[in-house]
């Protein structure tokens, strides 16, 4: 088995805008394993983002990552050296799993091209006509479930955005999701979740910025407390708030401390895939739901992302996934991953 390692920088079709700032690249090192012959070819993809990821510093110069390899490699067990690094670990999993075709992931009905993936259409920040626009576009794309990142523009723009969306279209048939990447203060979500609940919003994901638990499982409890007296209520969904939580302790006592209404699980976040299987799992135990979305990844990411949710969820996903990135960057990666209105598709394996 030859490891080999190599630098690719993908660029934004648009810039991608959220409450932290504007992506116009994306930096990957990816992880190719190849037997001694070099015909067979497993693919990972480093792709920590730079503002955000707890291991994002890392990995900048190519020797330090090969040593990370080289050292966790020659470890017992891999995946506990490299608990730290999440996103060499999803990386260095994925290779590994595609260089032996573990039926782990290999052997589902998404994996054989028999069943796809539904997914939500994420709409990026912008102002409230092209807002308004992506919305069109992705309902005239088949997509409904629709994900608004916000809290980065006027609130009261933000808020005429969503109701338009509820005039015009309804809320039989188009589910709504919403994401402040943790832009507001505690009294900010207090009052705007108020007003988003009248709205019949599926969930937010991280209303207030990460390690702040007392008050995000105060935010929990209100949700919580006004579904048990039949009123609006509007779920959390963690995101941020699970970085660098590595270890199943550490997990267990987020969970039990703030129990939100959902995590979003991201593998090159949150512990790669080993990890990923320990928050769906433990949140499974405590009656909290989940999905799988991308970190921004490219199609060798987004393809072991894709792959992982189908072995975790089942073979009939209801769940829509945040995987629908593949068509964010000018210069990505072919892989066997294609979009069919909605919902992803292992293209047909020969």
Known sequence: MNISLSHRTMHFRRPARTSR???LTRDAIIITIRDKEGRRIGLGECAPLPDLSCDRDSYARMSDVAHL??????????????RPYPALLFALESAMHDYRQTPMLYDTPFARSETGIPLNGLVWMADYDDMLAQVKTKLLQGFRCIKLKIGAIDWDE?????????SRFGNGNLQLRVDANGAWT???????????AQLDIHSIEQPIA???????????????AARDKGGKFLPIAL??????????????????????????VKPTLHG??????????????????????SALEGNIGLR???????????????????????????????????????????????
């Open 69 to 82: 390899v080289e050292e966790a490699l020659q470890s017992p067990d891999y995946t506990e050296t490299l």
């Open 304 to 350: 072991n992302v894709a792959l992982l949710a189908a072995c975790v969820y089942g073979p009939r996903i209801t769940m829509p996934q945040g995987l629908g990135t593949g068509q964010l960057y000018s210069d990505n990666i072919e892989m066997d991953m294609e979009l069919r209105g909605s919902v992803m598709w292992r293209a047909q394996v020969e």
């Open 239 to 264: 995101d941020e708030e699970l970085i660098g939580v590595n270890n199943p302790e550490e997990k267990r006592l987020l969970l039990d401390t703030i129990r939100p209404q959902y995590i979003v």
């Open 21 to 23: 700032g504007e992506y």
């Open 186 to 196: 505690t009294e900010e979500a207090e009052e705007k979740m108020t007003v988003l």
């Open 210 to 224: 990460p390690y702040q638990w007392k008050d995000m499982a105060r935010l929990c409890r209100m949700q919580d």
């Open 272 to 293: 790669g895939m080993t990890g990923s299987m320990e928050w769906v799992s433990e949140a499974r135990k405590r009656g909290i739901g989940s999905w799988m979305t």
């Open 158 to 166: 933000e808020l005429r955005l969503i109701r338009t969306i509820r």
